[in-house]
Structures are given as structure tokens and as C-alpha cells.
């Protein structure tokens, strides 16, 4: 399945910390939970706009050299 150890070494690493956090998270009481949610909710949006932001830059960039104006 694995064709190196040190591949198999992350596939265990990655599967732990995923039991791990599971674990933890579970144990989170429900404002913890909730303030999580919040928070994964309001990154996501910023991620959104600051990929929006690099796109339309380079969008701009893209348009300028096609003119001849960079």
C-alpha cells in the first residue's frame, strides 16, 4: 500500500492527531463548540477574500502586460 516507510509514518502520524483532536474536541463544552463554529466560519470568509483579492491583482496584472503597459 505504502511503497516507503517514511509514507506510512505520516498516514499513522496524521490518523493519530486525528483520533487526538477527535477526542478533545468532543470533550469541548458547547460555547467552545460554538465559538469554534463561529470562528471557522468568519476564517473562511476572510480566506475567500483575500483569494479574491490576489485573483482580481492578477487579473489586473494579466490585462496590463496584454496592453503593454507593464
Same mark, same amino acid.
Given at each position: 500500500?505504502?511503497?516507503?516507510?517514511?509514507? #506510512?509514518?505520516?498516514? %499513522?502520524? =496524521?490518523?493519530?492527531?486525528? @483520533?487526538? =483532536?477527535?477526542?478533545?474536541?468532543?470533550?469541548?463544552?458547547? @460555547? #467552545?463548540?460554538?465559538?469554534?463554529?463561529?470562528?471557522?466560519?468568519?476564517?473562511?470568509?476572510?480566506?475567500?477574500?483575500?483569494? @479574491? #483579492?490576489?485573483?482580481?491583482?492578477?487579473?489586473?496584472?494579466?490585462?496590463?502586460?496584454? %496592453? =503593454?503597459?507593464?
Amino acid at each position: 500500500m505504502f511503497k516507503n516507510r517514511i509514507n #506510512a509514518a505520516r498516514a %499513522l502520524l =496524521g490518523a493519530g492527531a486525528l @483520533a487526538v =483532536g477527535s477526542a478533545v474536541h468532543a470533550e469541548l463544552p458547547a @460555547a #467552545a463548540g460554538t465559538a469554534i463554529t463561529a470562528y471557522e466560519t468568519d476564517a473562511l470568509q476572510a480566506l475567500g477574500l483575500v483569494m @479574491a #483579492a490576489g485573483v482580481a491583482v492578477w487579473g489586473l496584472m494579466k490585462l496590463m502586460s496584454k %496592453l =503593454g503597459w507593464r
